[in-house]
């Protein structure tokens, strides 16, 4: 039996998130378990409580999840590894009491949801509940809760949020651009990086000197030289002060390649810090083609002729 | 009299930006009027209701604010410009109704904030207050008006909430992490540029081709073959899906410096996108050391060189 | 009536480049005068005595020719300019008098011909006439005049050079590498730069500063960032010490393009020095390929949208 | 006793080069052989009729040797190794047989020298002996034997073949730019690299694929990254047509650095070929700063740490 945390309540994208990745497990199944917040979560896995741990990490329309992002950061250098990953659509439906209807919200309502919720529908409420007074909640499972209590008319909340706390949606698909995706994270402590699959992403947190003039070009520069693609490359504030930056970044390799050890060789060397966060493999599929000069074999050739030079 | 919409409600340290930047106006003086949201701010400014609009752009701990960025995306091409910037010393107070006493709050209290400023406070909480619940508002000035209203027992906010709402501060200085800075911006509708002063920043915003390895590498070369540095460069999605990024950019250069056009020529030329948001002096000062190579002179002088052999 | 200096004596390739590139004249005709080395063709161009000097440039076997290179730079900066250039294919003969064959030759000869001739037949002497002794002289036509005279017994010239001088030929096609081809430049003085054609070449020459590393990588670039494709690229020394450099570049455009003004610009902004030494058709007709954001439209298009910004 | 093959005749500067070098040498002494050629000098060191040889590389006026370049490179990858460098300033006399005087050179002389030496002394026999003509021979040496056979007139040739031939000098320094300086070479087979000194060259040929743009760029990037400057950057025709170049680099970096092995690995991944010619102590003795991020211990740690991730 595989436990599983994930940042609760039940209802919210995460709890699917958690499900969908669990349907891939042989054996025993899993026990999944809400956690308040992401370092709860987190605690969890380190204390041994759970094995593992899914989080939001980034969506394809608010960016990352800086909550996430901190609490990574956090683990220090012995900690947490993402060991896989999870994409999840994202829908947004209106979820009332049984018996109130979208009608009965036109002339006065509250709304109770998320603020990243309430940026992604904010279109579809101005047009249609314009009187509507919208509440920002802590997540969009607790916002749902909230209506069941009857602290609110409304949630806009994710479509399993209604069985998980007895409503009923009123509309569906609300979101003002379809489409949107939300990329969660499995974590784990302390367990091997998953072999490679040549479809895999590897992420790291680098802190370049920012006092360096073509500091981000040089970094740049370590994965183009090896023939790596980056999937994600994210600025976010190292909290030092204003223009002081970290960087996190998804590049399409495996820590088990060459061409990646000799990158993160090269970041080691020339970056103030950098934090390997795990090697696992997309959840799209997508092949990564690797350029002629960067492949494993041509790194073996290329080492053994060096070695021959040296004796 | 010049008229300045900021992002209210009163109290918030956007207000304190406003302020702080309308004591450098001569003559008449300023009237400050509190817009609901930033998209409000910047309907009054297109309207013309207002003279300038001041909004949040970016704090030192938590990073950019989106619905600023997002508004001034929405802007359009013909849209609003940044015409100045504003740096504000965050502090946060916790604020009761006067006779609430921190002791009264240690068995049980609700305190109400922006999420901004309860990541920004997190441990002293945990620290002082291990029982209180934190209740998300929609900002400190907000979360300070409830406390008057008796919605909650006290409120994390700016100093200055403490007047606007009649209520008193029972701990100061309580943010996890001292010295953390929030950048304002002043924008206008169809004021002219700025002259340069030496010191002085371009805001511009690119997409680049997401699907051409090493776009991002030549979007920075850009700027480097032109002796330009960056002090911001933050990666936000697109909305069109995970890995759709456009980047923010402040260059240390001025749109009437031969440099930075010949930067933007090269941007327009080959990204997907590039908008230009404002050129403007830096609110620290500081002198922009600008290379031999790239100085308005040698620009000309070797602009005349080549005009000579081609005649 | 065309006056045409070319590096003589008669029967060089040089003169073959310069019958075929009078050839594509209308009207006229030309007359042809041969002078005793590459500085003194051109001192006839620069007092007026010829219209244009054509002189050897470079050698797909041998490298460039440095008394060109010299003398190209001695011009000064109002010098000389680049304004055509011809492909010759080089062959090589063996030439004796008449009545001597290339058995008489086996015991005992000594064959005259120019170091860079010698170097190209080498394998071919060693196989066919092992004990023959090569002499060197200034050029393979000054050879053939010497076995003309009978100072020698074969010299190793051009086929063209047998009836220049009344020898005939006892070995043909005696290149140890086939397919050798030499370039000529056709020279002018205070002539218009010919008109873009759509297979163009820059030809330029640039000086770097030493001292500073990546000094090169920044000079590349500078074509780079403008999708300039270089041709050709050949380090020569400079004459002020070992290590410095001075680089000749033949750059895929043409001086009326706005990307290599662009990059004119940018050498001349950057480098110690930068001489431009003419743009002219290529003389394999080969179309140059521009990248849709470097060509003219995109340029004109890129400086519209920057002018809007500054108005 | 060292047995040296050095490209002779005796006189020549790579004669004073090969006794300059042997001075070094500590025990019984050294025994110079004189060579006809510079494959005549590998070829003695390959049969191992001599232990090392001395052979022109490189002249600060003239450029490269490309006798000395194309021997090396018909070495074959088993083949000939630079394990040494000397520097010889390069000096010019006029040299006469005893009794002949300056004067007698003014009104009709012919003067035998190599031809990169009528290069570098023509201002001055343009002055001094405007009447005179310059014979080409193949070395300064042998045009000085030649003068003693009575021939020519003069030599121009080093001061040292005065002796060697029984002339005497009737001028002194006469070349056009003073300071010249000549770099030789010194030749072993099968000997192993020398060890680091701090003060270290490696020289390398590269080919580029020479139809992918940017090529050269990625070749000097594979040293930029990390942190190797090159003291020599040379283009020289392959033979293979116009455009096609191989590139002769100087690297400030020893084989046994890892940035240098590390960079070797790269030019092997991405060139079309690459040869290694060896890592020997620079003749200047001047130190080879290396940045920290490239420094061996920074490498060990480096590679431990990635290490440490990987198990």
Chains 1, 2, 3, 4 share one sequence.
């Not at 994409?87 to 109130?100: I, K």
């Not at 101005?126 to 607790?142: G, I, Q, Y």
Request: net charge negative.
């Amino acid at each position: 039996m595989t436990r599983i945390a994930y940042l609760g309540p039940p209802g919210t994208f995460t709890e699917q998130a958690a499900r969908q990745w669990s349907e891939g497990l042989a054996g025993a199944g899993a026990e999944t378990i809400d956690a308040p917040t992401v370092p709860a979560a987190i605690a969890a896995l380190r204390e041994g409580r759970v094995d593992v741990a899914v989080v939001p990490f980034e969506n394809s329309v608010e960016g990352s999840v800086p909550a996430t992002l901190q609490a990574l950061l956090d683990g220090g250098v012995d900690g947490v590894r993402i060991g896989a990953e999870v994409h999840v659509q994202v829908q947004f439906s209106l979820l009332t009491r049984p018996g109130t209807s979208l009608e009965d919200l036109r002339e006065r309502a509250t709304l109770a949801t998320h603020p990243h919720a309430a940026a992604q529908t904010r279109n579809w409420v101005d047009r249609s509940l314009p009187r509507a007074k919208v509440v920002p909640e802590s997540s969009t499972a607790r916002a749902a809760q909230a209506v069941s209590e009857g602290l609110y008319d409304a949630a806009i909340a994710a479509p399993g949020a209604a069985q998980a706390y007895g409503l009923v949606p009123v509309a569906e698909h609300i979101a003002d651009r379809p489409g949107a995706v939300t990329r969660f994270v499995v974590l784990r402590v302390g367990a091997p990086v998953p072999a490679p699959t040549g479809s895999d992403c590897t992420t790291l947190v680098t802190w370049i000197w920012a006092n360096r003039p073509g500091a981000l070009l040089a970094l740049l520069d370590q994965f183009a030289v090896r023939g790596i693609d980056l999937s994600r490359l994210e600025s976010r504030p190292t909290g030092e002060g204003l223009g002081e930056y970290c960087f996190w970044i998804d590049a399409n390799a495996h820590l088990d390649e060459p061409r990646m050890q000799e990158a993160l060789v090269g970041l080691r060397r020339t970056c103030r810090d950098v934090r390997f966060l795990g090697s696992y493999p997309r959840a799209d599929g997508r092949l990564v083609l690797v350029p002629a000069h960067a492949r494993d074999q041509t790194y073996v050739e290329a080492r053994e002729w060096v070695q021959r030079l040296t004796t």
